[in-house]
């Protein structure tokens, strides 16, 4: 029907309005919002579509319904209002919302049904068997059978229409095992396959399909497609109706399914409509949940061929999001709510006090939160959960990984670069040169192949949605240009009136500075809010306005006009005290969302804060001296170095101990740390300490540890407190501490 070469179509599954939104859900919505942003960037967004919505019809919403005292109309306006509240608090930039409750969508569904029927794909029957009202679906077994969901299923004798799904059975195993009909990951695509061949062991009669795929002549049953003992769905049009004894609603699979295609105009009669499904259908990418696979890549496909409509060209399904190492459901009580994470997240941008103007209302700063704390949650979970695995989810872990990779990582190379900048350039951006220094010069040329590579290695990785890729290459980058801007030590730079120096610290900020808008572009689809702020704080202005006009896409090392002003500077980025991983914690216990001045835990601060020293004893405390006195000559000895962290990683069965890299500027290290225990690898990383850089080499664990760092030892467990420096600590990499 579509030209796929010039436009995209995705979608994710319509979310059932059973219970309100959680993470899981945001999951997929997020992983569609970050893949249209970045089709949109290569195909202009008037050839983009990206469909969301509600399935709103079946048993079980009848009985929810019922249970909370209300019509079902009622309960579903409720809950599909969550979902789209949810998604606008997001900043979800979904081109339609599609709910099975309107008549667009019951027109449509309709004629795929009349269609079926005049086809002869669809005849009537009785059925008694088990039903999972749990997951909408009948299950063979005995009365008592345990469904999907856990739950036992329901013994039903009913009236049913049909759809003769065996009879695609051959056709649908040589679309999948052809790539005609993409099914990933692989281990879903196994799945699938399996289920449609059925057990080619079990003796029973095996047969080839057109293309020599065998398969077991049977094992894909005829499938139940209505429902006559509740009315909670869309009616059975005629003339298939008036052959029941039973009023029918059309089963909830073939009703929420078809919405890919109603959202689109599938139906209509008006021409705009049936434009639109001319140049959008077949769909590019279905995202789906795992547990739904079955639906989209058997039934689905089964359903189109009978109606002679083109098969959508992908289906991706992704994993469960797993809490307390299950997955998060509302039977199991283990729903983490995505509003918590933007309420708490959201707390660490505070209101200015003496914001101006009418600009910064108290709405607008609400939505400058949301969409802050929306970003953290984007990264987070495509950081961590590479697409189509299971991944676990923690609020510890979000916490590290956002000090780790954003506050110490991103947002501190932006801070660091731009405010020399300002300082020592009057703000303005040097013209892209190489150093004059032979090693920065070096340095330079490798930081520019890098991003040379990066940008064409994530092309494909956006394309195959390996958006975990995505971001740890990137993260990987900002680690090199992290390293350069050590390396250089243009702090150092900025003191010297020799030419040469000045002459590098232009070259090595101008070097830097385009790095960071190669960075920026490139997250953009991911943390759009956040490469906004970074994006006017470089003097570029507006990034949605560069995301049109092909700054974004077009990609070449050396874009950054010199001469250019920075914009307003400020943190993008201010660290997370750990406390707001309780206050998330208490807040989905107790099933409330905490006041604003209890979710206050950090204010904007520069990105990279000095760890609080243990408070001094009280004056009247006696303070017995028992350690021996030393000699100057003796101090002297020991040679104290200014260093920063560049790696932190556990040792594979060392429960105490870190292998640590770090950087003294002159040279790097490798240093081994018994301090597992009480600090994370990621929070780690970027801090600049204190070591004792002429300790003798020790081996452990089969490594050489080259140095040791200084802390201090506090509380009863004798937890180290490191000794290091505040960001702004204007001290070079290397100093010696006399």
């Known amino acids: 029907m579509s030209d796929t070469a010039k436009k995209f179509y995705l979608t994710t599954p319509i979310y059932y309005v059973n219970a309100r939104p959680h993470i899981g859900h945001a999951y997929t919505t997020i992983t569609a919002d970050v893949i249209a942003r970045r089709q949109r960037l290569l195909l202009g967004k008037e050839n983009v579509w990206f469909l969301t919505g509600t399935d709103e019809h079946g048993q079980k919403v009848q009985r929810s319904a019922e249970a909370a005292g209300i019509t079902p109309q009622q309960f579903t306006d409720e809950v599909s209002a969550q979902f789209r509240g949810l998604w606008q608090r997001m900043g979800i930039t979904y081109d339609d919302y599609i709910r099975t409750t309107e008549p667009r969508h019951t027109r449509g569904v309709q004629k795929l049904f009349a269609d079926l029927y005049e086809r002869g794909h669809i005849y009537l029957d009785t059925y008694t068997g088990q039903y999972s009202v749990g997951e909408e679906m009948f299950v063979d077994g005995p009365p008592g059978t345990i469904g999907p969901d856990g739950k036992p299923t329901e013994t039903v004798t009913e009236e049913n229409f049909y759809f003769r799904l065996s009879a695609f059975q051959s056709q649908i195993i040589d679309l999948i095992e052809s790539g005609e009909f993409c099914v990933e990951p692989e281990a879903r695509r196994n799945e699938v396959l399996s289920f449609l061949r059925g057990d080619l062991n079990s003796g029973a009669e095996t047969k080839l399909s057109a293309k020599g795929n065998p398969y077991v002549s049977g094992a894909l049953k005829d499938l139940s497609i209505s429902r006559s003992s509740f009315d909670w769905g869309i009616p059975v049009p005629e003339p298939a109706a008036s052959t029941t004894q039973k009023k029918h609603v059309i089963y909830v699979w073939l009703d929420a399914l078809a919405n890919y295609m109603t959202a689109v105009g599938y139906g209509s009669d008006k021409p705009e409509d049936i434009a639109q499904l001319q140049k959008f259908w077949p769909a590019d990418l279905h995202l789906v949940g795992k547990e739904i696979i079955r639906f989209h890549c058997v039934y689905w496909p089964a359903f189109l061929l009978a109606a002679g409509v083109p098969l959508p060209k992908k289906v991706q399904a992704h994993g469960w999001l797993l809490f307390e190492e299950s997955k998060m ?63 676990s989810f923690s609020f510890d872990a979000l916490v590290q990984r956002y000090n780790s990779d954003l506050a110490n990582g991103y947002g501190n190379l932006v801070s660091r670069t731009l405010s020399m900048i300002e300082k020592n350039l009057e703000g303005t951006h040097p013209a892209l040169r190489l150093p004059e220094t032979t090693t920065l010069s070096e340095a330079a040329q490798k930081l520019e192949a890098s991003a040379t590579t990066l940008v064409a290695s994530i092309a494909d990785d956006f394309s195959a949605t390996r958006l975990t890729r995505v971001l740890t290459n990137v993260a990987a980058f900002i680690t090199e240009v992290d390293g350069f801007f050590s390396l250089s030590a243009p702090w150092k730079l900025a003191k010297s009136e020799d030419f040469t120096a000045r002459e590098d610290l232009r070259a090595v900020l101008a070097t830097t500075a385009e790095a960071i808008r190669i960075i920026t572009a490139l997250l953009y689809p991911i943390l759009p809010y956040s490469t906004a702020k970074v994006w006017e704080q470089l003097g570029l202005g507006d990034i949605e306005a560069a995301a049109k006009n092909g700054t974004l896409s077009n990609l070449t090392w050396g874009g950054l006009e010199p001469g250019t002003k920075l914009g307003p500077l400020g943190p993008i980025f201010p660290r997370a005290d750990k406390g707001l991983i309780q206050i998330m914690t208490d807040t989905e216990q107790n099933g409330t969302t905490p006041k604003p001045e209890e979710t206050a835990v950090a204010t904007e601060q520069p990105t990279a804060a000095v760890e609080a020293a243990p408070a001094p004893a009280p004056a009247t405390e006696e303070v017995t001296e028992t350690t021996p006195t030393i000699a100057i000559d003796d101090f002297v000895k020991i040679d104290l170095r200014v260093a920063r962290i560049l790696i932190a990683e556990r040792i594979p069965k060392a429960d105490k101990l870190l292998r640590l890299e770090v950087d003294l500027g002159y040279e790097k290290r490798q240093i081994l740390s018994g301090i597992a225990q009480w600090y994370a690898p ?29 802390a201090a030892s506090h509380g009863e467990d004798g937890k180290p407190i490191l000794a290091t420096f505040a960001e702004g600590d204007e001290i070079e990499l290397g100093s010696r501490l006399k």
């Open 329 to 391: 459901s509302k039977s199991r009580g283990n729903i983490v709510r995505t509003e918590t994470i933007l309420d708490a997240f959201g707390s660490l941008k505070p209101k200015p006090i003496d914001a101006p103007g009418p600009e910064l209302n108290d709405d607008v700063w609400k939505r400058e939160q949301d969409l802050f704390a929306s970003d953290v949650l984007r990264y987070f979970l495509l950081r961590e959960i590479p697409f189509g695995q299971d991944g």
């Open 682 to 710: 990621e929070d780690l990383i970027g801090r600049r300490i204190i070591i004792v850089a002429n300790l003798a080499p020790r081996k452990m664990r089969g490594l050489e540890s080259h140095g040791m760092l200084l």
